[in-house]
């Protein structure tokens, strides 16, 4: 009986990772391929490999545990797995939320790239930018970011990091000085807005002025990845130019504060 139920149990784990493998795949027949079913489909196939052949495959864990090096890689790559699942299951979880409860106050609206088949956008993005154009409709006066790939990923990507340490930080340090020069640091506009109107506020926005942020630091080396300009000594310049605002910034302080 115990075996018949571990036999049952065995095929409808293989048919569920079999069904998740085509839950990825369905999509290309409407000739949406990304990396988000790519990733869906490979995870799936391997899943699927692991549960057919787990014989062969827990003896080769058995004898990589055998070894002191062997049980530290493996700890590590299950403790990876398992804050990446946990990770991904967060993130779902907080998604269907703010879906089933978006915010009832208008907020920006960010239209996440896709694919773009010559000057046609596929149907994903088709759809995005369809509930985008709907929502501003309703709300005309709320801006709009239209990400893709390149400089405009960077940017978004660096905001939204810098919001979430926002929300993880503490308030306390959150409403600092070091703090805002910590968002400037990653996104110009972010750190800019949280300085404080005073002397070391005014210092701090010159020196991050000259910075321009890693932001802008990731488009430079974006664009210059297509030209034969070397970007060897970009960072260097601007962290000297970061110097050299704080310096010529010094002289304008009894003028503006006194």
Same mark, same amino acid.
């Not at 369905?26 to 799936?44: D, E, K």
């Not at 196939?45 to 058995?62: D, E, K, V």
């Not at 893709?148 to 308030?171: D, I």
């Given at each position: 009986?115990?075996?018949?139920?571990?036999?049952?149990?065995?095929?409808?784990?293989?048919?569920?990772?079999?069904?998740?493998?085509?839950?990825?795949?369905?999509?290309?027949?409407?000739?949406?391929?990304?990396?988000?079913?790519?990733?869906?489909?490979?995870?799936?196939?391997?899943?699927?490999?692991?549960?057919?052949?787990?014989?062969?495959?827990?003896?080769?864990?058995?004898?990589?545990?055998?070894?002191?090096?062997?049980?530290?890689?493996?700890?590590?790559?299950?403790?990876?797995?398992?804050?990446?699942?946990?990770?991904?299951?967060?993130?779902?979880?907080?998604?269907?939320?703010?879906?089933?409860?978006?915010?009832?106050?208008?907020?920006?609206?960010?239209?996440?790239?896709?694919?773009?088949?010559?000057?046609?956008?596929?149907?994903?993005?088709?759809?995005?930018?369809?509930?985008?154009?709907?929502?501003?409709?309703?709300?005309?006066?709320?801006?709009?970011?239209?990400?893709?790939?390149?400089?405009?990923?960077?940017?978004?990507?660096?905001?939204?990091?810098?919001?979430? %340490?926002?929300?993880?930080?503490?308030? $306390?340090?959150? !409403?600092? *000085?070091?703090?805002?020069?910590? =968002?400037? &640091? /990653?996104?110009?506009?972010?750190?800019?807005?949280?300085?404080?109107?005073?002397?070391?506020?005014?210092?701090?926005?010159?020196?991050?002025?000259?910075?321009?942020?890693?932001?802008?630091?990731?488009?430079?080396?974006?664009?210059?990845?297509?030209?034969?300009?070397?970007?060897?000594?970009? %960072?260097?310049?601007?962290?000297?130019? $970061?110097?050299? !605002?704080? *310096?010529?910034?010094?002289?304008? =302080?009894? &003028? /503006?504060?006194?």
């Amino acid at each position: 009986m115990t075996l018949s139920i571990r036999t049952l149990l065995y095929d409808v784990l293989l048919l569920l990772e079999l069904g998740l493998f085509f839950l990825f795949f369905a999509p290309l027949f409407l000739r949406i391929f990304n990396a988000g079913n790519l990733f869906g489909m490979a995870v799936s196939a391997i899943c699927f490999l692991l549960t057919l052949f787990h014989r062969p495959f827990g003896q080769l864990l058995s004898r990589i545990w055998g070894n002191l090096c062997g049980k530290c890689v493996l700890s590590i790559l299950a403790l990876l797995l398992t804050a990446g699942i946990a990770f991904a299951g967060f993130c779902s979880v907080k998604m269907v939320q703010y879906y089933q409860n978006p915010p009832q106050t208008p907020c920006t609206v960010v239209v996440l790239g896709c694919k773009v088949k010559g000057t046609v956008p596929s149907l994903m993005l088709q759809r995005r930018l369809e509930a985008a154009k709907d929502y501003l409709q309703q709300h005309p006066d709320i801006p709009c970011i239209v990400s893709g790939k390149g400089m405009s990923a960077f940017v978004v990507f660096f905001t939204v990091l810098a919001r979430l %340490l926002l929300h993880f930080l503490p308030e $306390a340090f959150a !409403s600092s *000085l070091p703090c805002a020069l910590l =968002l400037g &640091f /990653l996104e110009l506009t972010s750190g800019v807005l949280s300085l404080p109107c005073s002397r070391a506020g005014f210092l701090a926005c010159a020196a991050l002025l000259g910075w321009g942020g890693m932001s802008v630091h990731f488009q430079t080396r974006s664009m210059l990845a297509a030209s034969p300009l070397s970007a060897r000594y970009y %960072l260097k310049g601007k962290a000297l130019q $970061a110097l050299l !605002s704080l *310096l010529l910034a010094l002289p304008a =302080l009894p &003028f /503006l504060f006194p």
